[in-house]
């Protein structure tokens, strides 16, 4: 089925582990993006693609990196997992900037002990 | 430092009555997105605004651009209308939106 997935959808893992997440959209979006979403704040941006190999920062983007070597896929990493970096994270994509909806995958609730 | 209030935080109302959501931001826009996340945590676009007025079935939103504030209603409510309204917007520079903490709303039966 066309729309944008992400997998796993639950993770459990230990501090100081790496761990990716990973996210895939079938419309071939230009943009795609990573949210956290924590208690008190709101989606909070960790880091955006324009297109393949185009990423760029957002709002927290320290202990992650990113990589986009196709269209359809963003995964996220975290190269060294800490407390403060359970959350749940949100995959989005757009079209193109000129259309700016975005559309969500459904999360992936991780959780760093 | 967030850019984007919503008000109230949590709203409960009675089925059938009408409901607005309010959201104020501090920075000129280029388009405001409502977005409703229900228990399920799933994200789902309501509607994207750059001026006017937008509506969709039981779902209205405005936006006064000069008042940088953009309200949402729902007419007569329903129990399934429960979820989490998120208000982002897009500034004039820049590529990323900034969200809302968002408004959690009850409709009982």
């Known amino acids: 089925d066309a729309g944008i997935t992400q997998s796993p959808r639950y993770k459990i893992t230990e501090t100081g582990r790496q761990v990716t997440l990973m996210c895939h959209q079938t419309?071939?979006?230009?943009?795609m993006f990573w949210y956290r979403q924590d208690l008190g704040h709101g989606l909070r941006l960790i880091y955006y693609?324009?297109?393949?190999?185009?990423?760029d920062k957002g709002e927290v983007p320290d202990g992650y990196v990113v990589s986009r070597s196709k269209t359809e896929n963003f995964p996220l990493t975290l190269e060294s997992a800490t407390r403060s970096q359970t959350s749940v994270y949100f995959c989005?994509?757009?079209?193109?900037?000129?259309?700016?909806?975005?559309?969500f995958g459904p999360g992936t609730r991780l959780t760093v002990t | 430092k967030n850019e984007v209030e919503q008000s109230p935080q949590n709203l409960t109302a009675q089925e059938g009555e009408f409901i607005t959501i309010n959201c104020s931001y501090s920075v000129g826009i280029s388009a405001l997105h409502w977005l409703q996340q229900h228990p399920g945590g799933g994200i789902v676009s309501l509607f994207m605004l750059s001026s006017g007025k937008k509506k969709h079935g039981r779902l209205i939103a405005t936006i006064n651009i000069q008042e940088k504030h953009s309200s949402l209603h729902i007419t007569a409510s329903h129990p399934r209308d429960s979820a989490v309204y998120i208000c982002?917007?897009?500034?004039?520079?820049?590529?990323?939106?900034?969200f809302g903490t968002g408004t959690s709303l009850t409709v009982i039966p």
């Open positions: 982002a917007v897009r500034p004039n520079t820049g590529n990323q939106f900034y």
């Open positions: 693609s324009a297109a393949a190999d185009i990423t």
């Open positions: 419309w071939s979006h230009s943009y």
């Open positions: 989005a994509s757009s079209g193109t900037v000129s259309s700016y909806e975005q559309y």
